[in-house]
């Protein structure tokens, strides 16, 4: 059996002397950008992931061109589809990739608005992520999962939290119980964290919030940020590849979703270490990261002066490789799209992110078929 890396070295070597000499023979010289572009398509394949139209009624606009101007648009860092559409009308190599002959077979903006609202309802690109992650991670034997998240602006109005209504607590009694008085024992309600011990993935999942909302977090220079929106939650593998995703309100914090990922990502690749930054150091966090037969190398959060835990120096040489996933979150934001996000609602942000993440990942796995 070929290993993964040879298997992206062939499937590369293949796309660049059959598909772009072809191509090139067809439209002409290509640019880097379209060199880039078709091969994520190639590789994506997006169009076995779209159902055709069935029933009465008028079909719907082929909608295959219609995703592969969405991934053209991560990959050439549009900030509006209006933007897309006017590159689709000018450049006929741009639009021959996508699937239109002329300028006058693009769809509206109108057709190009329901088609992403249509993908997002039913989470196409976080799905094709998902298929190609096992396609080409699965039989690979991953060193390290990076942990991390990253802060998403987006243009919409910010949640405001219900109060929580005043409910008066009831006295209790100071000292001991007397001989045969029963006193109700005081109720906690468990954490987040807690109850996700007992949960599935669905259920995790279905539990954390995603409205937009307000979030504030200590940035790598220890600054704190504030800003308005998401909070996109990712796991990287070595060789920056970004494996899992999940998308939440601002607020949340970081520990919460440490589960749930762990949980995704065990279904799609086989690791060894699970690294993470202080916000994730948790004892529920590291014995499930046991449990899944992993070693979990977190960074710790010194709640007190008498706390004077730390990494031996070999633990703490393997959790350089923790950088991947701010290099990633990087990457998605500077070159993929991340920092341009002008859809509303968590569906349409987050398939708006998934498609430049489907990009980003197929531009890391031919890099690491080289």
Request: with cysteine; net charge positive; hydrophobic share 35%.
């Amino acid at each position: 059996m070929h290993s993964t890396r040879e298997r992206l070295s062939t499937y590369s070597q293949l796309i660049k002397i059959n598909l772009h000499l072809s191509l090139r023979e067809v439209i002409g010289p290509l640019t880097n950008k379209q060199q880039q572009l078709i091969t994520a398509l190639e590789v994506i394949r997006i169009e076995g992931f779209i159902s055709q139209h069935v029933g009465v009624g008028r079909p719907a606009d082929d909608r295959a061109p219609i995703a592969r101007a969405f991934i053209a648009k991560a990959i050439y860092g549009h900030t509006t589809t209006r933007q897309l559409l006017d590159q689709l009308q000018s450049d006929v190599r741009l639009r021959r990739i996508c699937g239109w002959e002329k300028a006058r077979d693009v769809p509206e903006e109108w057709t190009f608005s329901r088609a992403f609202a249509a993908f997002s309802a039913t989470e196409l690109p976080t799905k094709i992520h998902e298929a190609l992650i096992i396609e080409f991670q699965s039989e690979r034997l991953v060193g390290h999962i990076s942990r991390d998240s990253t802060a998403i602006d987006a243009r919409e109005k910010a949640k405001k939290r219900p109060k929580e209504p005043c409910i008066e607590k009831p006295k209790n009694k100071r000292g001991r119980p007397k001989k045969g008085e029963e006193r109700e024992p005081i109720m906690i309600e468990p954490k987040r964290l807690e109850k996700q011990k007992t949960m599935d993935l669905p259920q995790m999942l279905a539990d954390l919030p995603k409205e937009c909302d307000i979030g504030a977090k200590t940035n790598a220079k220890g600054h704190m940020i504030c800003w308005k929106g998401y909070k996109l939650h990712v796991d990287t593998a070595d060789g920056q590849v970004p494996v899992s995703c999940v998308l939440t309100s601002a607020s949340l914090h970081d520990s919460q979703v440490a589960l749930p990922l762990a949980e995704m990502t065990k279904q799609r690749v086989t690791n060894l270490y699970d690294l993470m930054d202080a916000a994730y150091d948790s004892v529920i966090i590291r014995e499930h990261s046991k449990q899944l037969g992993h070693v979990p190398l977190i960074d710790f959060n010194h709640r007190s002066p008498k706390d004077e835990r730390q990494f031996d120096p070999h633990e703490a040489q393997r959790y350089k490789e923790r950088s991947t996933a701010e290099r990633v979150n990087a990457r998605l934001k500077d070159e993929f799209g991340g920092l341009c996000v002008r859809v509303r609602g968590h569906q349409k942000v987050m398939a708006h992110l998934m498609f430049g993440v489907l990009a980003l990942t197929v531009d890391q796995l031919m890099r690491f078929a080289t």
